[in-house]
């Protein structure tokens, strides 16, 4: 797990187990930030997502997205808490996730996707292949038996 975080250059590994104040960056404010977040402004409309994961604790809450980054192999939104700490989560856990190309591209009007179609026609023939041979050693060894 170090050595993930070690080459992650957005990841800052600090002790947990010191009691030290630490005084580096957004991290001195109790993960409260000086910087100007990159969402929109008041002024502007703020883009808002909500917490879809069933059992996440947060699930149903909606945030202001800060940022949307890829972090550890997968894409996340960055928010603020209810105690102002930047906090992130994975966007395939919120209505953030972007949409599916083939559901945006059938608009509706195809209830399966190819390769999900092609895998069952797969499927079935593996499946009747399977009763044919059955089929045949039973005829086999009822001939046998007469």
Known sequence: MNALADADPETMRISIDTKA??????????????EQPTAHDAVD????FRVTHPFHPLFGREFVLIER???????RVYFHD????????????????APD??????????????????QLAALSAR???AK?????????SKMSSK
């Not at 409309?45 to 808002?48: A, I």
């Not at 044919?132 to 086999?140: D, H, L, N």
């Open 45 to 48: 409309q703020q883009e808002v």
């Open 69 to 75: 980054r890829s972090a550890w192999g997968e894409e």
């Open 132 to 140: 044919g041979s059955v089929r045949a050693s039973r005829r086999m």
């Open 82 to 97: 209810d105690a102002g700490r930047l906090r992130r989560l994975a966007t395939a856990w919120t209505n953030a996730v």
């Open 127 to 129: 499946m009747s292949d």
């Open 21 to 34: 104040v630490v005084h580096v960056g957004e991290y001195s404010r109790g993960g409260r930030s000086n």
């Open 101 to 118: 190309p083939f559901e945006t591209v059938s608009a509706g009007r195809s209830h399966f996707r190819v390769d999900n179609l092609l």
